[in-house]
């Protein structure tokens, strides 16, 4: 949808006024919005399902989906073609996140560890006509092998072996990725492995994810065409009492081996912030992957909203000046209502609770707090909230020629009308 007069309203005049009165540039704030892409993740298009056997499910390995609101893709045509309809209402210019279980295979028969950048050459040429990054991730679910939930920690040598192929494959897949595309491809290793009960050996397949990673990472790769992330979880489905790849063993591997670390922001105690645990890995790992979601109770990954949690995400990414070093992205897949709404609803979310970040008044809280003023650093922070951040995303969506407010849903519910609900 496109704007019908590129003049502001006068409410973004107005609110520019109030933060230069407290010392904030409205306008360098939303140039760094505008330049600051996120993620996209392709499965919240199909809840999942993939497209190596197009009109399977693949639910398995720690992902359940939950919800049957029509109109699900159910190709890799209808998939693009979704995500360029929710690229279409949101500001800002963003990257593609794809699982290798979406490959294009165009009907032959080929199994993961055998996956090459043909059969991805299609999505990176949809993502560079539409000028954008792509990031990857190996898809260690949904598969014979992984049933029983163990992948690259799995007992069996053979077992292993093929993930660590395939482990192997996606990251040759990614090198060609960031060099066909001028951007660094993140590639990013998430596995189910785990005990849904309490195990005897708790060492052991730890020793041998660590084994097999460093298999998989003993190729050198120029970062500047791929950047490997290593992502962790507390529990999961089906390894609820124990999972392999902790938040402490992949600390300590990222910081050993100098790799990203992926923060999910579901996979931790609910008790536990996301933000806090920012400052603390970048001090030691060159760089950062988020994944932004919404856990509810578990990890359940819930539409992200601008909410506290993921408001202070954002908060801490700005004040610590973290922005450079952190690749955003989101994981979430909700199958309760249209998935366009979702799409959108998230990555708009996440963009807003990124503007409140870079127009809170820092000089002021940062000199508060330098010389022991706890009572003005409290009473600055909490009267910020109150400045009319909305009418600066309002002109934001203005400028980028997006839907503002709720004309989204006039958007979302025509695209239903005609394209969604049109699918058996």
Known sequence: MKQTSKKSPPSYSLAQEQFAAVGINTEKALTVLARTPISL????????????????????????????????????????????????????????NLHACYADLGGRKKDRNRYSTEDFQSWIDWAKKRKMGMDFNPSYFSHPLSKDGFTLSHPDKAVRNFWIEHGIASRKIAESIGKQLGTACVTNFWIPDGHKDTPYDRKAPRERLEDS???????????????????????????????????????GYAVKNQKLICLDAGHFHPTEQLADKISSVLQFVPELLLHVSRGVRWDSDHVVLCDDPTKAI??????????????IGLDFFDASINRIAAWVVGTRSAQKALLMALLEPALQLSKAEST?????????????????????????????????????????????????????
């Open 41 to 96: 993740h392709c499965w919240q298009a199909d809840d999942v399902s993939g497209t190596e056997r197009e009109g399977s499910s693949l639910e398995s390995g720690g992902i359940q989906v939950t919800g049957n609101y029509p109109g699900k893709a159910r190709n890799t045509q209808e998939i693009r073609q979704d995500l360029d309809q929710a690229l279409s209402l949101l500001p800002g210019k963003h990257r593609l």
């Open 213 to 251: 990673l460093d298999q998989i990472f003993k190729t050198k790769i120029d970062p500047k065409y791929n950047q490997d992330a290593v992502e962790c979880k507390l529990f999961g489905i089906g390894s609820e009492s124990y999972v392999v790849g902790s938040h402490e063993f992949y600390m």
């Open 314 to 327: 954002f908060e801490e990414l700005v004040r610590g000046k973290f922005l450079d070093r952190t690749h």
């Open 372 to 424: 022991g003023d706890y009572t003005a650093r409290l009473l600055i922070a909490e009267e910020s909230r109150s400045l009319p951040w909305g009418a600066v995303w309002n002109e934001f969506c203005h400028r980028q020629e997006v839907p503002v407010g709720e004309a989204l849903l006039t958007e979302i519910k025509n695209y239903e009308k005609t394209v969604q609900s049109k699918r058996a």
